[in-house]
């Protein structure tokens, strides 16, 4: 039992004794503020602004060179390289690009030595109807009398260009000049019938009397001109699956940087080839005349110009063009200096490698040469070197020009088949609706006539 005594000792001890202050509690070891309270962070009224970083200044330091801003050479900025192989996804009947060719200079090779397969074929039309979309006659768009060089033939009016499309079985497109006052430069497009026939259905009129050479790409046809020497060129495109409907697409060719740059023409071909990142690539000879010479009499260098093209064909806002470079004809053993002329300029893609390569043509142009002489098919491949796009010649091979049915100096080109293989194409000269040779009654504007014009294409 516990003692009354301890207990009531060890209560006084905890009980506070009145009039006496309770015992102060230990203090705290951090110290304390006077008036405790909650503390909550000011924030601030304004938002506050970064101090400037601090900017490194060489004038501050005298009696030290000032160095000078780096020079910049714009043509060395990076630009991703343009590829220099084409898309092998392409089928015939898609709508921008070309079907492929499987070994290209070996079917070249074959044409060279003659192992081809030619054959001729009419085309028809009718000298006094109205040809959709613009109401031109065959009479306005491919007769000229008013030339003394007609009576033996030679005319200063005659076909450009000849190519066949993708669309349909047998179709065929081309371009044809003019000089005399009046009478317009046209683009051709005719049709196959059910019964083989070939008849023409479309006469486009071009913004120039003298359109050069047109390409196939896909359902498009596309040509260049120049509406007057005060406008740049113009890339003109006609969409075949509107044929006969009026059509104005049209895309402002940048100025090339070059040596040639004041004469960028366009006369001497024009081809193109969609590339394996989907843009496009552009290839112009210019020029094509032989007789073509500088301001002092010496012979111009012939010269190619590319392109790179990206966007809708079919629509100008929304395709943009660059100009990439220049490169002046070089020969080779394979290929001397006198096959560097270039009327017709065709591009193909070939299969498995997807290697491009281009086939210029040309031929005899002066008297009597230029209606029964000798023409060629030129061939390049196309090389990247110093990340730029060329033309390597690598073979060319020549034919007998003939007035009435392949003219080489004129209109000849070459394309893919509906078979696969390379075909080689070149259409006759010109035609008179009377037919004599000097027609100075305005001639016969009515009845049916027929252009002529031979393909080929190598053996098996």
Not at 235 to 257: C, K, S
Not at 310 to 316: M, N, R, T
Not at 398 to 426: I, T, Y
């Amino acid at each position: 039992m516990r003692s009354p005594i301890l207990a009531a000792v060890a209560l006084s001890l905890l009980l506070p004794i009145p009039g006496q202050a309770a015992p102060k509690k230990p203090s705290p070891l951090l110290p304390q503020a006077k008036n405790p309270q909650s503390h909550q962070p000011r924030l601030p009224t304004h938002p506050t602004k970064p101090k400037p970083k601090p900017t490194f200044n060489p004038d501050v330091r005298p009696q030290r060179p000032q160095p000078s801003a780096p020079r910049i050479d714009r043509s060395k900025i990076y630009r991703r390289p343009v590829p220099v192989t084409g898309d092998l996804s392409c089928r015939r009947g898609d709508v921008d690009c070309n079907p492929c060719t499987p070994d290209v200079r070996g079917q070249f090779a074959k044409m060279r030595r003659g192992e081809s397969k030619w054959k001729r074929k009419p085309w028809r039309f009718e000298w006094g109807k109205r040809y959709l979309p613009d109401s031109i006659r065959p009479y306005e768009a491919f007769d000229e009398d008013t030339h003394l060089a007609n009576a033996v033939g030679l005319s200063s009016a005659h076909p450009q260009s000849f190519v066949r499309t993708n669309e349909g079985p047998a179709w065929y497109a081309g371009t044809h000049s003019q000089k005399e006052a009046g009478r317009p430069g046209t683009v051709f497009i005719i049709d196959q019938e059910r019964n083989g026939k070939k008849r023409l259905v479309a006469l486009h009129r071009t913004k120039t009397q003298h359109p050069n050479g047109l390409h196939v790409l896909g359902r498009f046809l596309l040509f260049a001109e120049r509406p007057n020497s005060r406008n740049p060129d113009e890339l003109r495109v006609i969409d075949l699956r509107r044929r006969t409907t009026r059509q104005d697409i049209t895309h402002l060719i940048p100025e090339a940087t070059g040596a040639s740059r004041a004469m960028k023409q366009f006369g001497g071909g024009l081809g193109s080839a969609k590339l394996s990142d989907g843009s496009y690539l552009l290839i112009s000879t210019v020029p094509g005349d032989r007789k073509t010479q500088a301001s002092d009499g010496s012979r111009l260098h012939r010269v190619h110009q590319f392109y790179n093209m990206k966007g809708d064909l079919s629509d100008p806002s929304d395709l943009t063009m660059r100009f990439l470079a220049e490169q002046r004809f070089t020969p080779t053993r394979a290929v001397p200096q006198k096959y560097e002329f270039s009327e017709n300029l065709s591009v193909v893609t070939e299969c498995t490698t997807g290697d491009i390569y281009a086939m210029h043509s040309s031929g005899d142009g002066d008297g009597l040469d230029g209606l029964e002489g000798k023409g060629y098919w030129r061939l390049s491949q196309l090389v990247r070197r110093d990340g730029l796009p060329q033309l390597d010649p690598v073979d060319v091979f020549e034919v007998r020009q003939r007035a009435q049915s392949c003219h080489m100096r004129s209109a000849a080109s070459v394309g893919v088949a509906p078979h696969g293989k390379l075909e080689f194409l070149c259409h006759q000269y010109r035609k008179d609706p009377d037919p004599s040779a000097i027609n100075i009654f305005g001639g016969n504007t009515t009845g049916h006539d027929h252009w002529n014009f031979r393909a080929g294409v190598p053996k098996n």
